[in-house]
Every structure is written in structure tokens, then in C-alpha cells.
T-cell receptor, first 114, second 109 residues
Framework: DAGVIQSPRHEVTEMGQEVTLRCKPISGHNSLFWYRQTMMRGLELLIYFNNNVPIDDSGMPEDRFSAKMPNASFSTLKIQPSEPRDSAVYFC????????????FGEGSRLTVL | QQPVQSPQAVILREGEDAVINCSSSKALYSVHWYRQKHGEAPVFLMILLKGGEQKGHEKISASFNEKKQQSSLYLTASQLSYSGTYFCGTRVETYKYIFGTGTRLKVLA
């Protein structure tokens, strides 16, 4: 079975440009999470969805960040405009409805903003 | 709100034991542990749902003290493959999972 699929794996962009990260969760999973990982802050929860509905976006750092989940098999995280401090690895994770606490992570998107 | 882990980093020789601690200022409803190898995604190790519960996974086990709002991960007779960053996580609301600050573990031959 395919796991959580993220794209792109690596993105290098210039300050001010728009960045879109994509995620395909595991089929049948009802919860989807976006995390940001940096050395200083570890894994930070940005936003999570349940049944395609955003439940809590309090972790989104600024209005420059937005996330959508138009259907059960696709989510995007957008940064517009991007800044150098946004450089990090962004992980998408999904979890089954049973809410066991077992999150399945994608391989991450490493973003570098110059 | 983020759980705090200690130590931040630890270096071991093969065969040595280690303990990683996770504590929270808020009530812990459950604790889960993940391991992340360098350049890879975090991978689930185990979840503890009840206070006082202990679980094992190969030579890696964990305990959960609900009253003290703490959990510990025990690695015995460490192997090279145990190297990585270990995260504790907890559910703070329905479907909301946050992670600790991480502990970097390096096992040397």
C-alpha cells in the first residue's frame, strides 16, 4: 500500500515567491496534519483536518500561510509570500478514523527560501 | 504547551542503555513515541493510553505516569540501528497531536 505522498521533496525559491506543498494521505484515513520541523523548534503542528474540514489552524504562524483540503485524497499548504525564516522541512501526516494516535508521515518537503 | 524532553542529546556505545524523558505542564491523555532517522520521516514506535501503562517494542519499552504527567522511553542494549531522534507526542484535544522537542540519540560501535 502507498504511504503518505508529498511533493515536491525539495524546493528552493527566492524570498517573495509563492510556495505550494502537496500531500496525498493514505486512502481511508480521515485526519490529516501539517507539521513544520526545524532544529530550534522541533516538530510544530501547523494545522489539522478531520473529514476534510480544518479543525484547528492556531499553529499557522502568519496569514502568509494557508492550507486547504478540497477532498479526502489531497491537501495543500501554501506560503505567499515566502520568507527566509520559512525554510524548514514540512511534513504531512495522516491518521485513521480510529484515532489511535498512530500518525503516518510522508517523507517531507524540504523548503529553502533564499 | 509543547512537551519537554530530556536529555536533548545522548551518545552511547553499542550495548549501553539509555532513558529519554518526556514531561508536560498539562494533563497527558495519551503518550506516543516516534523515532526519526536522519533525513527520513518520523516512524511510530508505540502508544501508551493509561496511566502507569508500560509497553515494549523489541528492546525498547516505555512507561507512562499520568499523575506526574511524564513518560519515559527505555532503550536497553542499544544497537547502531537505534540512532536517530526520538519524539514523544501527546493528544491535547480530539484529533490534535503535538510533539515534544526531540532527543537526538547516537549509538557508536
Amino acid at each position: 500500500d502507498a504511504g503518505v505522498i508529498q511533493s515536491p521533496r525539495h524546493e528552493v525559491t527566492e524570498m517573495g515567491q509563492e510556495v505550494t506543498l502537496r500531500c496525498k494521505p493514505i486512502s481511508g484515513h480521515n485526519s490529516l496534519f501539517w507539521y513544520r520541523q526545524t532544529m530550534m523548534r522541533g516538530l510544530e503542528l501547523l494545522i489539522y483536518f478531520n473529514n476534510n474540514v480544518p479543525i484547528d489552524d492556531s499553529g499557522m504562524p502568519e496569514d502568509r500561510f494557508s492550507a486547504k483540503m478540497p477532498n479526502a485524497s489531497f491537501s495543500t499548504l501554501k506560503i505567499q509570500p515566502s520568507e527566509p525564516r520559512d525554510s524548514a522541512v514540512y511534513f504531512c501526516a495522516s491518521m485513521a478514523q480510529s484515532n489511535t494516535g498512530e500518525l503516518f508521515f510522508g517523507e517531507g518537503s524540504r523548503l529553502t527560501v533564499l | 504547551q509543547q512537551p519537554v524532553q530530556s536529555p536533548q542529546a545522548v551518545i552511547l556505545r553499542e550495548g549501553e542503555d539509555a532513558v529519554i524523558n518526556c514531561s508536560s505542564s498539562k494533563a497527558l491523555y495519551s503518550v506516543h513515541w516516534y523515532r526519526q532517522k536522519h533525513g527520513e520521516a518520523p516512524v511510530f514506535l508505540m502508544i501508551l493510553l493509561k496511566g502507569g501503562e508500560q509497553k515494549g517494542h523489541e528492546k525498547i519499552s516505555a512507561s507512562f505516569n499520568e499523575k506526574k504527567q511524564q513518560s519515559s522511553l527505555y532503550l536497553t542494549a542499544s544497537q547502531l540501528s537505534y540512532s536517530g531522534t526520538y519524539f514523544c507526542g501527546t493528544r491535547v484535544e480530539t484529533y490534535k497531536y503535538i510533539f515534544g522537542t526531540g532527543t537526538r540519540l547516537k549509538v557508536l560501535a
